[in-house]
């Protein structure tokens, strides 16, 4: 299973960015998919997860009600539309085949995502 996160950038608090995360080797339809991040300095943690079989999400209580997760089965890729965004949502953002970062063997490079004040 192979997963590429893309769409990061540098953008001003306030505004918006959405990153992809495509699939390749296998169709997302009926996986989960995971959003993460890691910041400069902490530990990975979970964003929020997609079921892509009913389209069921859920978020972390830090990114509730301003990210949203999507996934679009036609184009084998899932989303992660971030609005909002603050200086602390800088970080490193992956993608998985799984809501669980335990279960993750081997992450792919991530998109990184830098919020200026």
């Known amino acids: 299973l192979q997963l590429v996160e893309s769409g990061g950038g540098l953008v001003q608090a306030g505004g918006s960015l959405r990153l992809s995360c495509e699939a390749s080797?296998?169709?997302?339809?009926?996986?989960?998919i995971g959003w993460f991040r890691q910041a400069p300095g902490k530990e990975r943690e979970g964003v929020g997860c997609?079921?892509?079989?009913?389209?069921?999400?859920s978020y972390a209580d830090s990114v509730r009600g301003r990210f949203a997760i999507s996934s679009d089965n036609t184009k084998n890729t899932a989303y992660l539309q971030m609005n909002s965004l603050k200086p602390e949502d800088t970080a490193v953002y992956y993608c998985?085949?799984?809501?669980?970062?335990?279960?993750?063997?081997?992450w792919g490079q991530g998109t990184r995502v830098t919020v200026s004040s």
């Open positions: 998985a085949a799984t809501c669980h970062s335990d279960y993750v063997e081997r």
């Open positions: 080797g296998f169709t997302v339809a009926g996986y989960t």
């Open positions: 997609i079921s892509t079989s009913d389209g069921i999400t």
